[in-house]
C-alpha cells in the first residue's frame, strides 16, 4: 500500500512538472495587497510546494497525536496489569496438603 501512495505521487509530481514547463508564461498574482509578476512555472510549483508542506504539517499533527495516544494506551495497560497481578490470588496450598496426607496414610 505505500508503494502505491508513493508512485501515485510521484505520477502527480510529475505531471504538475510537465504543465509547469508547457506553461511558462509571465502572469501576475494578486495576493490580499501584494501584486507579483512571476513566471506560471513559479507559481505552479511554489503552491505544489506550499500544499505539500502544509499537508505534511497536518500529518505530522496527526501522527505526534496518535503517538501519544498509544503512549497513554499503553501505559494504562502497565497499570492495569500490575493491578491485576496485585489482586489474584494464588490457589490455597492447604487441599494441595490434605492431598498429600491422604495419599500417605
Do not use: C
Request: aromatic share 8%; glycine share 2%; charged share 15%.
Amino acid at each position: 500500500m505505500p508503494y502505491i501512495l508513493l508512485v501515485s505521487a510521484l505520477v502527480f509530481a510529475f505531471l504538475i512538472a510537465m504543465f509547469a514547463v508547457q506553461n511558462s508564461t509571465v502572469v501576475t498574482v494578486n495576493l490580499l495587497m501584494w501584486n507579483m509578476e512571476s513566471s506560471l512555472v513559479l507559481v505552479i510549483l511554489g503552491t505544489a510546494i506550499v500544499g505539500f508542506l502544509s499537508a505534511l504539517t497536518l500529518q505530522l499533527f496527526v501522527q505526534l497525536k496518535l503517538r501519544y495516544r498509544l503512549h497513554k494506551a499503553q501505559r494504562r495497560i502497565s497499570q492495569l496489569e500490575a493491578d491485576l497481578s496485585k489482586h489474584q490470588e494464588l490457589p490455597p496450598e492447604e487441599p494441595a496438603l490434605k492431598q498429600r496426607e491422604t495419599i500417605q496414610s
